[in-house]
Structures are given as structure tokens and as C-alpha cells.
């Protein structure tokens, strides 16, 4: 298909859609992304150009949030990809300040929608850009200074007509203008074109992250958990072949296995930095969700009740509007809802963008991906390098795999794997970062098949708080309900204490007094299927960090990274997996993340704080949070 001719003079100063021809990968960033035109005029030439590339990252920054039916009324005027437009609408919700991650035209199209000041939204991106977008406003010397930051030798610029004052600035950071574009018929030029074109070398002084992206090749994913499957189809929709290898001679058969887990942002009165990231994390595990599972099936999006039985309020004061799309007071009808199974507070959020998952069937579905191969009953017992590759083995040193990319994700294994790749590096003379050791926290879930009987004593979405109450989940042709799973440390006392058949019931009879106190009424429902030994367990090891949050990234010193991780994501694998996948192809690939450069940090696998220097890591789990 013959692309359309572009009629924006900004566009036609940056040399596109010529200058993408040929690249697997186009970065633009957009310092103001206005209406939308400029976006939408771009998506239907690369929609339309068979040579263009196969993934389009596009960054845009708006001081405030574009309005949505302004959005999509503009977007109707561009009939290549007018179609599309329901599939935006559907992802433009909680645009809260920060880094929105939105993924179009079958996940080829990524969108990152920067909410915020300029300053702070250009310092917090960690990536290179290959074609920018100049604001006609609000530049100065620190602000240009950022913006170079995130310039190549050659990244072509677009300057507006009404930033023309900004020449002399922009020569001094680095750029060259170019000759005057104009608009067919117009009478004078409006747009210059340009290109970072620095008179010094700006490599001694640029950051870790700005190193050459590792070339696409295989890769070879240990544990085919959550963690290990979202990353394997993260990498496979980047074209890596990847091999996953587990233990197990299923996948999902760790902690993964859990029968239904809850998806559901995490609340905090300051909006902190976690609520931020659970966020970010629910958005992608979402997209994914309506994209490969079967909805009311595999996974509902039904929202959730979450209680607050201390009475306090769970939402940020000052809530804006945007953030009551995701989590708001609980309105009457979701009260009504819990009314006849007991509600003892009146203090309750309702999130919208929440509801169960079956962990296995999102495991199975990202494994499924072309590119993507599982191998069970593949227990790595030793790890070597050779010329540049990871060699694998088995038992009677059978090699599983070899491969340029190493990503340990095997939960409790990792921090033994790790230390064998890490040997292995030694012997090439290459380092290591440290990698704290996880710790582990067992966790029972009770459930059963619903009976007819109890279908009107249990709410019809997911109920949490301390616990939570999941019902009506289609399974083996029926219906179950599930209870959340325990938190229990290794037993220390006497084994004849700690029998699995003592174990389970303490544990059934944990998870239903916690039902008690959030919702009085379905417990007195279920109480008669506990007390005649009618509740089935459903018992796993989550692997935790010290601080509560996954332990991502590469380990290898050097400028091309071949060992990372994904790890720990404790009882939020469903809220993490996704998001740490994604942050690693992002890293690797050096594309654009999917959130603030400061959130990533947080998740970074050799952080201070999840240093041990003494032994494993303390186990600091709590009660049960939502997912």
C-alpha cells in the first residue's frame, strides 16, 4: 500500500517516513502532544508504509490530559486507521500524572503518554530518540539540556516557527538547523527542520543506559512461572527465539498454579510510589488479559470491593477525576452488592479496573506465542559460557539450551542459579552485581465447588481487604469459590505438630476466620462446607524480597548486558509479571519505558535494601494485600 503523503510541515522536517524505512524499531518523542494530529498523522503513514518498521515507539508529553472525545472525534479523520479507535478508547482511563503505557495495533504501536511539567517528564525517560518533536513553548538551557540527553548524533528535530527565539540556545546544545518547511500554498514557513549534531563526542558523559541495544538472537528463560512466561513473550513479540525450561514437567506449576488470583490496584493514602507502580503494572496484566484470555472464562474484569474495616478512608485526599477511574467510594449498588453478606463497614473503594485471574491460563497463553518454546522436566544443574553463550545442562550433563541471553526467573532457585552464572562469568573474567537471596513465604488457598444454595450468599465480584473472597469462577464445567491464600513461615516446632493434614486445617480455618471479619454473612454461608471437610487446599511458595517488590534487571558488568533477572514477585505476580517483562525488553532493547525512570529503580534487582550481607533475606510479609 502506497503511504499518503504527509502534509504536516513539522513531520516533513524530520525526513519521515523515509527516514524509518529499513529499522526494526522507530523511536519519536513528541514535547507536546496537543490534539493528537500530529500522533494520528504519523500512525496511518506507518500503518500504511510496507517499509515501515515493525514496532513504533511513540513518546508524547502533555502538561495536562488530552480530552478523550476530542481524540477520538479527530481520529476518525484518518480512515487507515479509523478502526482502531475503539481499542484507544478502551485504554485512555486513570491517565493520572506520570508515564501511561497504551498498546495499538496489535501491540505493534506503543504510546506512552508522559502526563506532567516538561522538566520532570523529560528527566525521567531513559531512552534514545530517533525523531523529535519541539514544543513551541517553555524551553530553556536546563530544559534543552534534558531534551539532548535523549538525542543521538543524528536525531532529526522539528523546531516550530514560534520557537525560532530558541536558535541560538539549540546551537549551543548541540543542534543544527536546517533549511524552512512550509505547508503546500502557504506563505511563509512555519517549521525548521534540524538534527543533534554535537561539535564535542557526548559518549564519556552519557549514562549506562544509553549503550547499544543487544543485538535480537536467542534466549533462554529459566522458570516458566508467571515471571518466566511474561518475559519469554515479551521478548518473542520482539522476534528473540526463546527457550523456556523448568524444573516441572508442566509450566505453571509453582506458585503459579494458583487456581485464581485477584488483580487490583494498591491503595495508599499519599498515592505513594507503590500505588504508582501497581498501577502501571494492572494497566499492562489488563491489556494483556482482554488480549489473549478468555473473558468469563480465564478472567473477568468484573472490578472489586475493598474494605477498610478500620474505618478509615483508602483514597488519597484530593482523589482527581482521573484517579476515580481507577479506584473511587464505593457507590450504593456496589454496597447493595455486599449488603446481604455482611458488610460491617461503611468505609469502601470500589476499583474499577479490577477482577480475577487464572494465573495458569495467562502462563500457557504467553507461552503459546510464536517463538517461544517449552521444555520441561529441564532442571538446570550447571551453567557455562562459551564464546559469548550460555550453555545449560541437566542431569548426565544433557544440555538443554544454549543461547546469548540468560533470564533466571525460577522463584526460589533463582538465587542458586544466579550463583552459578555468576561463576561462570568469573571464569571469563567477567563480573557480577550482587543479587540479594529471596526469601519465601508459604501460602494455603481453600476453595470449593460452589453449591446452589450458597450462589446468593456470595458477592458477584471479587471482595478484599483482610483476605479476600473470590466467587462464581467457572471451573471444570461448575462454578468455585476461593478464599485468599495464608501467610505462614517454615514450622519450627515438633513435625509431628506440623502434619500436612494439621497444617491445612489450622490453615482453613485462618482463611475462613478472616472471612468472618470482612464479610460476616458468606462466612456464616460457607462455615457448614469447613466444618464437614467440603474445602479443598491449594498450597504454594511465593519467593519475596525484603521490601515487598520484584528484583529486576541485568547482573553482568559490561556494555552489552547477558544475564538478567525477574524475580520475587511475592503474592502480586499478577500485578508484577507483565510489567517487570515489559521494563525488561524495554532495557534491553533500549526502548522507551513504560514508566518513570525513578519506578524502575525501585524494582532494580541490586538495590541497597535488598542487600542480606548476613545470610537470606528476612521475611517482612505482612497480612495478605490486594493484589
Known sequence: MTPPVLQSPAIAATGLPQAWRGHPCWRLLDTDFADGTRFFELWQAW???AQAPTLLHYVA???EVPDRATLVARMARYPAIAGQAAELDRQYFGLLPGFHRLELQQQRLRLTLCIGPLQPMLSAQRFVADTVFLASHGWDRWRLKALARLCRRGTALSVPA???QLHGALIDTGFVLGPLVSDPGADEATTRAGSYQPRWDPGSSRSVWRNAPMAVGDCTVIGAGLAGAMVAQALSRRAWQVRVLDAAQQPAAGASSLPVGLLA????RDDSA?????????????QMCARLLREGEDWCGSGALELHPDGRPGLPADWPSAGQQWSAEASANHRLGAHGIGLRTDSA???TEAGWVKPAALVRAALAYPGVQFSGSSAVQSIRREAGQWLLFGANRRLLSRSTLLVVAAAGATDHLIGMAADALQEEGLG????????SVDGQLSWAEQASAEYAALPRFPVNGDGSLIAHVPMAGTHAWCLSATYEVTPAGPPDTHSPGLRDQRAHRDNLERLSRLLPGAAQALAPRFDNDQVQAWRGTRCTSTDRLPALGALDAGPVHALWVSAAMGSRGLTYAVLCAELLAAQLGGEPLPLESELAHML???RTRLRAPDGPAANTEGRPRPR
Open 47 to 49: 500503518a500504511c508504509d
Open 61 to 63: 508529553i502533555a502538561a
Open 162 to 164: 514560534q520557537a525560532l
Open 265 to 268: 490496584p494498591q491503595l495508599s
Open 274 to 286: 507503590r500505588s504508582r507502580l501497581s498501577r502501571a503494572g494492572a494497566r499492562l496484566t489488563l
Open 349 to 351: 473503594t470500589w476499583h
Open 432 to 439: 557480577c552485581r550482587r543479587l540479594a537471596r529471596m526469601g
Open 604 to 606: 532494580d534487582a541490586s
